[in-house]
T-cell receptor, first 114, second 113 residues
């Protein structure tokens, strides 16, 4: 199994541009999450989803949007890129409540906004 | 969400045991204790989790205090590859809980050859 796959791995955006960070998992997990990690800091939760069609805000949602049309995919959209969104973005998944197991993280997307 | 407190950094010598502490005095009865680690330039990696009893797996052991207000991640023989940031996180189990993991700063473990 591939686990959680994120694309692209690296991207440079100009201020005001838009992009979508892709995240897909092949484990049939219900719960999916987007985190950002600034240099030298811990991870901050941006958005999460507990199933297809259900999304909710995390700690730092401003400037981002998400959708969850399928169980497998959970894309993160940046509409008007700003330098403050320069960060490493991680997607994660988990089977859901009723299972106590660990979360699986992707390898990350490193985004620079100039 | 209940919070955890960890030391900012720790050092260990290669092939020696490492005990990474975590305090979670406000833990609720249904919170699981999760540990993750993040190697340089990689995403977090699941290490171990537990509820009340001590747990062992191929990577580490988790010792949980009887009152559940603290826990210790034990690496039995540290290797250079274990140098990473280790995060102790509480994950709720109650119905309706979204299972969000709220990361703190973690403990940066340095392993000396």
């Amino acid at each position: 199994n591939a686990g959680v796959t994120q694309t692209p791995k690296f991207r440079i955006l100009k201020i005001g541009q838009s992009m979508t960070l892709q995240c897909t998992q092949d484990m049939n997990h219900n719960y999916m999450y987007w985190y950002r990690q600034d240099p030298g800091m811990g991870l901050k939760l941006i958005y999460y989803s507990v199933g297809a069609g259900i999304t909710d805000k995390g700690e730092v949602p401003n400037g981002y949007n998400v959708s969850r049309s399928t169980t497998e995919d959970f894309p993160l959209r940046l509409e008007l890129a700003a330098p403050s969104q320069t960060s490493v973005y991680f997607c994660a998944s988990n089977p859901g409540l009723g299972t106590a197991g660990g979360y699986t993280f992707g390898s990350g997307t490193r985004l620079t906004v100039v | 969400d209940a919070k955890t407190t960890q030391p900012n950094s720790m050092e260990s010598n290669e092939e020696e045991p490492v005990h990474l502490p975590c305090n979670h005095s406000t833990i609720s009865g249904t919170d699981y204790i999760h540990w993750y680690r993040q190697l340089p330039s990689q995403g977090p990696e699941y290490v171990i989790h537990g509820l009340t009893s001590n747990v062992n797996n191929r990577m580490a052991s988790l010792a949980i205090a009887e009152d559940r207000k603290s826990s210790t991640l034990i690496l039995h023989r540290a290797t250079l590859r274990d140098a990473a940031v280790y995060y102790c996180i509480l994950r709720g189990r109650e119905e309706g809980n979204t299972g969000k993991l709220i990361f703190g700063q973690g403990t940066t473990l340095q392993v000396k050859p």
